[in-house]
Nanobody
Framework: QVQLVESGGGLVQPGGSLRLSCAAS????????VAWYRQAPGKQREFVAS????????NYADSVKGRFTISRDNAKNTVYLQMNSLKPEDTAVYYC??????WGKGTLVTVSS
């Protein structure tokens, strides 16, 4: 019965930065892996990054390695995605996924000059 709410999206110029947040409620947040996915117009949803419950193991798509950083604060029931050096191809709706098999509604990131 966990619920996820993403926030932090918006319009940013190429090379800029954004930090996305995924706030959870209604479940034991800290014991589950959390992942970020994204979906661009006309494309399938793709994996971006994930983080385990203890924040020891992280995983990134090759396209974002070195630019994006996933982190979590279990006390706040929140996972973050720090996005740096953004490119136009990063434009997409970004979704949070919880290990209880729950999706958020998404937050739109637009990278454009």
């Amino acid at each position: 019965q966990v619920q996820l709410v993403e926030s932090g999206g918006g319009l940013v110029q190429p090379g800029g930065s954004l930090r996305l947040s995924c706030a959870a409620s209604g479940s034991i947040f800290g014991i589950y892996t959390v992942a970020w996915y994204r979906q661009a117009p006309g494309k399938q949803r793709e994996f971006v990054a994930s983080i385990t419950s203890g924040a020891i193991i992280t995983n990134y798509a090759d396209s974002v390695k070195g630019r994006f950083t996933i982190s979590r604060d279990n006390a706040k029931n929140t996972v973050y995605l720090q996005m740096n050096s953004l490119k136009p191809e990063d434009t997409a709706v970004y979704y949070c996924h919880h290990g209880s098999n729950t999706w958020g509604k998404g937050t739109l990131v637009t990278v454009s000059s």
